[in-house]
């Protein structure tokens, strides 16, 4: 458990580096473009490259925002429930959410394939647009994997707890 | 089983998610998945469900999110609202409440480059309650002061909020920056007229501090004079469009981070922890956005919108009436789910009913904003008060009384703006045709 646990968290925290180094491409490429374009020298694509890179900064930063407990719930009713059941609901939840990101990743494998398939490409320089799905559908099934070492902990701090 | 008793159904739904723990950005994309699901048919909501985050994702119109969202990052882990508060600090220090007045001011300044409210209140609370405590100011005045000074960001450019709700509304993100400047000004001057009232009739909460000398004054200026220079190239390149607003933010967060580096503030640490907070909270806006977006096309096949509108057209009351009754759905249901998370699940639902009634999506924004600012410190969700408790170990019944004097000054701006429109759209209108 705790090597499964410890390669889970390696793997979003790979992933968090990853999505900040597409961050500072994203702004890197922009105000690059933004002064050659005065030059009138702007570089072709940038459009489609920063929305490539975006794909990477949003899906890769998923799983460790997951960790770091960085999304928003609703959490003044469970907190007034007895600490046996605000544990079980937080495991409930946690698996919840592994089955969705798991359709989402199982879903966005097969919309990669598709775009695969139609050779779907950006208009400009041409790039290919299922990398981007399957860049998305990896970080997802990371996030649900995140999301079973969350539920895994928890479940064995409810029976610590009893 | 008819359109609204299955949309009744998936609300039901979707609030048993919300009071379980699950996550909202991800209850709303599993109801809205099961919800299309049940509708149309399976195939189309496995295939909605793909479609929808990759779109999300992996648009370029939303990457205007975690650019602006780095540039108050990298500002507030760099020193800006440090230097900021201390030039405020050398001009009004020495009145009675000064310290909180000067808070405010270094606030307002720091909004310009800084659209995230909790990251604000944050900031302040660390540089400014200390301070406050040094002079002996009340933990209620010094609290709540920085609490309530962190949601001017909600209104000033480049407000999160703002970009968030002209991504949803397809309304122009330069004309809301615009639109907020006004009313955030007067909100802020609403701040300062509780602060000089509040110590006027207490006088102990806020006691004098050291006076400075001219010369002081002036040597801690040119941090202003950056801040502004950076605020007019990134809204003026907006406003002449020289820039796209992903454009705007990559060069404000470029401009940032020159000057702080040029100051020595920022180290490779503090570069680093401010590109971890800008992935962790866009990440966390932009998974609100796509589950909103896959529960949004549910909404759209069960015509929630037109319901929305049918019922709210039937009440046969004063178009004015509406829009208290559509503020009071925001500032209830915000209290209970998180208001940017509420704002993106219904506006797309309220807006229509607005444009319908003949008002500007712009000023809608603005009311939108001026409700959120609201939100974020009222109880239960009080997000501002939750981090300032965080930040200072103060308990957050006491940040809650040192908040409710500013709500007086909040709803009265609030009125002001809903009574006046030109206070939001003169700016936008004109200055952007």
Same mark, same amino acid.
């Given at each position: 458990?705790?090597?499964?646990?410890?390669?889970?968290? &390696?793997?979003?925290?790979?992933?968090?580096?990853?999505?900040?180094?597409?961050?500072?491409?994203?702004?890197?490429?922009?105000?690059?473009?933004?002064?050659?374009?005065?030059?009138?020298?702007?570089?072709?694509?940038?459009?489609? &490259?920063?929305?490539?890179?975006?794909?990477?900064?949003?899906?890769?930063?998923?799983?460790?925002?997951?960790?770091?407990?960085?999304?928003?719930?609703?959490?003044? &009713?469970?907190?007034?429930?007895?600490?046996?059941?605000?544990?079980?609901?937080?495991?409930?939840?946690?698996?919840?959410?592994?089955?969705?990101?798991?359709?989402?990743?199982?879903?966005?494998?097969?919309?990669?394939?598709?775009?695969?398939?139609?050779?779907?490409?950006?208009?400009?320089?041409?790039?290919?647009?299922?990398?981007?799905?399957?860049?998305?559908?990896?970080?997802?099934?990371?996030?649900? &994997?995140?999301?079973?070492?969350?539920?895994?902990?928890?479940?064995?701090?409810?029976?610590?707890?009893? | 089983?008819?359109?609204?008793?299955?949309?009744?159904?998936?609300?039901?739904?979707?609030?048993?998610?919300?009071?379980?723990?699950?996550?909202?950005?991800?209850?709303?994309?599993?109801?809205?998945?099961?919800?299309?699901? !049940?509708?149309?048919?399976?195939?189309?909501?496995?295939?909605?469900?793909?479609?929808? $985050?990759?779109?999300?994702?992996?648009?370029?119109?939303?990457?205007?999110?975690?650019?602006?969202?780095?540039?108050?990052?990298?500002?507030?882990?760099?020193?800006?609202?440090?230097?900021?508060?201390?030039?405020?600090?050398?001009?009004?220090?020495?009145?009675?409440?000064?310290?909180?007045?000067?808070?405010?001011?270094?606030?307002?300044?720091?909004?310009?480059?800084?659209?995230?409210?909790?990251?604000?209140?944050?900031?302040?609370?660390?540089?400014?309650?200390?301070?406050?405590?040094?002079?002996?100011?009340?933990?209620?005045?010094?609290?709540?002061?920085?609490?309530?000074?962190?949601?001017?960001?909600?209104?000033?450019?480049?407000?999160?909020?703002? !970009?968030?709700?002209?991504?949803?509304?397809?309304?122009?993100?330069?004309?809301?920056?615009?639109?907020?400047?006004?009313?955030?000004?007067?909100?802020?001057?609403?701040?300062?007229?509780?602060?000089?009232?509040?110590?006027?009739?207490?006088?102990?909460?806020?006691?004098?501090?050291?006076?400075?000398?001219?010369?002081?004054?002036?040597?801690?200026?040119?941090?202003?004079?950056?801040?502004?220079?950076?605020?007019?190239?990134?809204?003026?390149?907006?406003?002449?469009?020289?820039?796209?607003?992903?454009?705007?933010?990559?060069?404000?967060?470029?401009?940032?981070?020159?000057?702080?580096?040029?100051?020595?503030?920022?180290?490779?640490?503090?570069?680093?922890?401010?590109?971890?907070?800008?992935?962790?909270?866009?990440?966390?806006?932009?998974?609100?956005?796509?589950?909103?977006?896959?529960?949004?096309?549910?909404?759209? $096949?069960?015509?929630?919108?037109?319901?929305?509108?049918?019922?709210?057209?039937?009440?046969?009351?004063?178009?004015?009436?509406?829009?208290?009754?559509?503020?009071?759905?925001?500032?209830?249901?915000?209290?209970? $789910?998180?208001?940017?998370?509420?704002?993106?699940?219904?506006?797309?639902?309220?807006?229509?009913?607005?444009?319908?009634?003949?008002?500007?999506?712009?000023?809608?924004?603005?009311?939108?904003?001026?409700?959120?600012?609201?939100?974020?410190?009222?109880?239960?969700?009080?997000?501002?008060?939750?981090?300032?408790?965080?930040?200072?170990?103060?308990?957050?019944?006491?940040?809650?009384?040192?908040?409710?004097?500013?709500?007086?000054?909040?709803?009265?701006?609030?009125?002001?703006?809903?009574?006046?429109?030109?206070?939001?759209?003169?700016?936008?209108?004109?200055?952007?045709?």
């Amino acid at each position: 458990m705790t090597g499964f646990s410890n390669l889970v968290r &390696l793997t979003a925290r790979l992933c968090y580096t990853l999505s900040g180094c597409a961050l500072a491409g994203i702004v890197l490429l922009t105000v690059t473009d933004v002064l050659l374009r005065m030059l009138k020298h702007p570089i072709v694509g940038t459009y489609e &490259l920063v929305g490539l890179l975006s794909a990477v900064v949003i899906g890769m930063s998923i799983p460790q925002s997951t960790l770091d407990h960085g999304h928003v719930l609703m959490d003044f &009713l469970t907190n007034r429930f007895p600490p046996g059941l605000k544990i079980f609901l937080e495991v409930f939840t946690r698996l919840l959410g592994m089955i969705l990101f798991l359709v989402i990743s199982w879903n966005l494998w097969c919309f990669g394939d598709d775009l695969r398939t139609a050779g779907e490409v950006s208009l400009t320089l041409q790039i290919p647009q299922f990398p981007v799905a399957y860049c998305i559908a990896v970080s997802s099934l990371i996030q649900s &994997l995140v999301l079973l070492v969350l539920a895994l902990e928890k479940r064995k701090k409810r029976f610590s707890h009893e | 089983m008819s359109e609204l008793a299955m949309l009744g159904l998936i609300l039901t739904f979707l609030f048993v998610l919300f009071s379980l723990g699950l996550e909202i950005g991800f209850a709303m994309a599993l109801a809205g998945f099961l919800g299309f699901g !049940i509708v149309v048919n399976w195939d189309a909501a496995f295939n909605l469900l793909a479609k929808d $985050i990759f779109s999300v994702f992996s648009s370029y119109g939303l990457t205007v999110i975690p650019l602006f969202v780095l540039m108050g990052q990298l500002g507030a882990n760099g020193g800006v609202a440090r230097d900021l508060y201390n030039a405020a600090y050398k001009f009004i220090g020495h009145v009675p409440g000064g310290l909180a007045i000067g808070t405010v001011g270094a606030a307002t300044a720091f909004k310009a480059i800084c659209g995230s409210s909790p990251a604000t209140a944050a900031t302040f609370a660390s540089i400014a309650v200390p301070e406050m405590d040094r002079y002996g100011y009340d933990k209620r005045l010094s609290c709540g002061t920085v609490a309530t000074v962190g949601t001017l960001g909600i209104l000033i450019p480049p407000s999160v909020v703002l !970009i968030v709700y002209g991504i949803l509304t397809e309304t122009s993100i330069g004309k809301l920056f615009l639109a907020g400047i006004i009313p955030g000004f007067i909100m802020a001057g609403s701040f300062v007229v509780t602060l000089v009232v509040w110590t006027r009739i207490n006088p102990k909460i806020g006691p004098a501090g050291e006076r400075s000398s001219w010369s002081e004054r002036f040597k801690s200026l040119p941090p202003i004079f950056w801040v502004l220079f950076i605020f007019l190239i990134v809204v003026g390149g907006l406003m002449e469009g020289l820039f796209t607003p992903t454009e705007a933010g990559s060069v404000g967060s470029f401009g940032v981070l020159i000057l702080t580096l040029i100051k020595k503030e920022m180290t490779f640490p503090r570069l680093i922890k401010a590109i971890k907070d800008t992935l962790r909270i866009s990440c966390m806006v932009l998974t609100l956005i796509a589950g909103a977006t896959v529960l949004g096309h549910f909404f759209l $096949i069960t015509r929630t919108p037109y319901y929305v509108a049918t019922w709210l057209e039937g009440l046969a009351v004063p178009h004015l009436v509406i829009m208290l009754i559509i503020i009071a759905i925001y500032l209830i249901g915000g209290s209970f $789910i998180e208001h940017l998370a509420f704002l993106i699940l219904t506006t797309p639902i309220f807006l229509p009913v607005v444009v319908k009634m003949g008002y500007d999506p712009i000023w809608f924004g603005i009311i939108v904003s001026v409700v959120t600012m609201i939100g974020v410190i009222i109880p239960p969700m009080a997000l501002n008060a939750f981090v300032v408790s965080g930040v200072t170990g103060v308990h957050r019944s006491v940040i809650y009384r040192g908040i409710y004097p500013f709500l007086i000054g909040m709803t009265i701006c609030l009125f002001l703006y809903l009574l006046f429109p030109q206070l939001s759209l003169w700016l936008p209108y004109h200055f952007m045709r």
